[in-house]
């Protein structure tokens, strides 16, 4: 196969909270168009790797290079705007403002970045709606987000990523807290996202991982101790030492 | 009748009230009609508070600084220059909006606690230099502008600031089109955008959106808008001093929009007045008039937790902006 450059890269890439080193040389590549789980115990430093990704913490040491440009000192914002949307592993939407309202929010910057002409109440109703029904929340749409279930709070997360329309979507461990029927729902939502964007996947539930993930990233202790497909991880021995529980 | 639209509803409040208050330029008995006048004048201070403080989050202790800037940058060039209104006017907009540019880009550093404290110092610093400069400024004396130099000129003539009716109508233009503007603001993306700020500022970042920029420009509005309340005081009343750049002219504005209702489009309005009236009655009964504003607060703050108008669209009248 031809050298396709990869749509993510991380180089040495270090984070360190006083003596402790969450993320701690991390050499990292994802070819676009993968969906990707990164697995681990708590506190492997898979929420600080990605925040190093998306722009919220900002690196010790190291690089991040999306789309072939070195983003690791540009602003969050900028990121965003250049293409990865990050899903908050604690749930962080606008409570007080409705669930339409929070990702007109989101549709409404990218309608700017669009340089849409139709930067119209029309374009915002249509690109809003189409986004919740995505994730199944059109019949919600006028309700007050913190009044929503603590699943459906997740599910607009998710909405609001989308209607970013980004490149890489980064969902770190959506389907915490969620109902079994409600994961089922959320696989195939992920699957249908994967058809458009790279996904990058942090997850504890090795049913949605095993079911989604096309290759897999186990970190411990701020470090890969392992990388491949899903049955190359669970055929891996250190990983079942380390994390699988044996 | 065919039903109105939220929006349609709201902007025929807004003009009902506009009219209203024209209307009562002919009722109102003199008296009533200078405190009014000055209310409005103010109001349109509170309207500038509310832009950082009820849209954006933003609580400053230090906005007396924006008036102040205003109403010197008026009130100077005319007294001391002999400038026309008209330029005066604008040499205010022009320093309350460099100065907040100046702060806000200094003071957006921090947030919560320290962004409180760092506006009061600035505007420490800002009423210390009034006084500094006593010689041109006259300090807590202050200056009295003469009638002659308070008129406005037009293509087709000129308006007499000290005329009282005069005063009012200018008072209420200036009102109006602050209104508008706030009106309009609070509907569009960028209004949206600073009450989301306000709401997640972290999830508004993630969305892609430069949250520094957006406060900046929002404190830099409301800078605007304040000096234009002073600049305005200024050319109206005639008088400038220092006590306008003191500490509790930076709390008044706080207090006037909590009153009347955080970002809401007439909460500064109905605080403003309630609380000019309120103080008014007090103290033409008792010596102790300032117990019972304190005892009225509370009651408001019981009855209205989120201020009058707040609380009339929380329970009430869900469309009002
Ligand atoms: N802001 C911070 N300040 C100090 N230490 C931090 C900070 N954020 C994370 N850490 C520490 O860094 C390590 C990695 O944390 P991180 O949140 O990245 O783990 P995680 O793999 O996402 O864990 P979990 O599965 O529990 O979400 C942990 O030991 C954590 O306590
Ligand atoms: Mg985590």
Redo the contacts with the bound molecule.
Sequence with gaps: MAAVSPLLVTRDLCRA??G?R??DGVDFSLPEGETHAII??????????V?LICGR?TPTSGSVVFDGREVSRMPAHRRVRAGIAYTF?ITSVFANLTAFDNVALAVQRQLIDARAGGRTAHALAEHGMEALDKVGLAGHADKIAGNLSYGHQRLLEVAMGLALKPRLLIL??PTQGLSDGEIDNFIGLVRQIGEEATVLL?E?NMDVVMALAERITV?EQ?RILAQGAPAEIRANEAVQQAYLGG | MTRLSPSAKSIALHVGVVLLLLALNVLLPEYHRGVLARVLVLAVFAMGYNLAFGYTGLLSLGHAMFFAAGLYGAGLTVYHLEWSVWPAFATGLVAGTALALVVGFLALRTTGVAFMIVTLMFAQVFYLTTLYFTTYTRGEEGLVLPQAARVLAFPGGVLNLSDPSTRYLVALALFALVLAVTLFLARAPFGRSLVAIRENEERMRMLGYDVFANKLASVVLSGLVCAAAGAAYAVLFGYVGSGFAAIQYSILPLLWVLVGGAATTLGPLIGTLFMFYVIDTASSYTTAHLLVVGLVLIGVILFFPKGIAGTVRERWLPWLP
């Excluded at chain 1, 681990?40 to 790797?49: I, M, Y």
Aim: aromatic share 8%.
């Design positions: 909270f006083g402790l969450a993320v681990g115990p708590n506190g492997a430093g898979k929420t600080t790797f925040s913490i592993q770190d461990e942090i504890h970190m701020g």
